[in-house]
């Protein structure tokens, strides 16, 4: 691991492998999210360039027009492996940016950062898909213990950060649950659309 980062980064990356482990992670079935059909949406907007900042399995590929998916963790179909800080887009370069999921570890500095970076890769008038974590009721094998490495975000972080970006929420913020495979409530997520604005 490069000496760039510190100890707490590279805790967090070790966390990240040890959870998201691309041989236990499993895609979702459906491209539902919070009602709306994410494939079906972007592709109806003929985008030049969309980024799944945090892709896993890179489940939209070759579904999404124009996707590029990268992931912290080495998944087998992701395009390439890097963290969101490290990289490499040019500056309003995107259409759209999915973040189902990838930015919600770490210190709320490190989370905010993570935005800062993807809002600057984004065309204005181009759209922001955020997926994050609301609150902790159960982490699955971790039981209750709440984790060093997760950002549990409000509708207050929302509104600062679209302030601060001059973001617009086009569509959410929706509240959804997440459930383990015997239908119990683990938590809840926020979803929404945000738009860059001119």
Known sequence: ??????????????????????????????????????????????????????????????????????????????????????????????????????????????????????VSWLKPTGYIVMRVLKDQVVLGPLGNKPSLFRYYWSEKDIETLSTKYNLTVEKGPFVEETKDNKGTVRGHRLVWWWRKNV
Not at 17 to 37: C, H, M
């Open 1 to 118: 691991m490069d000496a760039k980062y510190s100890y707490m980064q590279k805790a967090k990356l070790e966390h990240l492998q040890q959870v998201f482990d691309p041989n236990l992670w499993r895609t979702r079935s459906n491209y539902i999210i919070a009602g709306e059909n994410l494939i079906e949406d972007i592709n109806k907007s003929n985008p030049n360039l969309v980024i799944d900042a945090g892709c896993g399995h890179n489940q939209f590929k070759n579904k999404i027009k124009n996707l590029v998916g990268f992931d912290v963790v080495d998944f087998p179909n992701a395009d390439f492996v890097s963290s969101i800080q490290d990289a490499k887009f040019d500056k309003e370069s995107a259409d759209v940016i999915l973040a189902l999921g990838s930015i919600q570890f770490g210190s709320k500095e490190e989370v905010y950062e993570d935005v800062e970076k993807i």
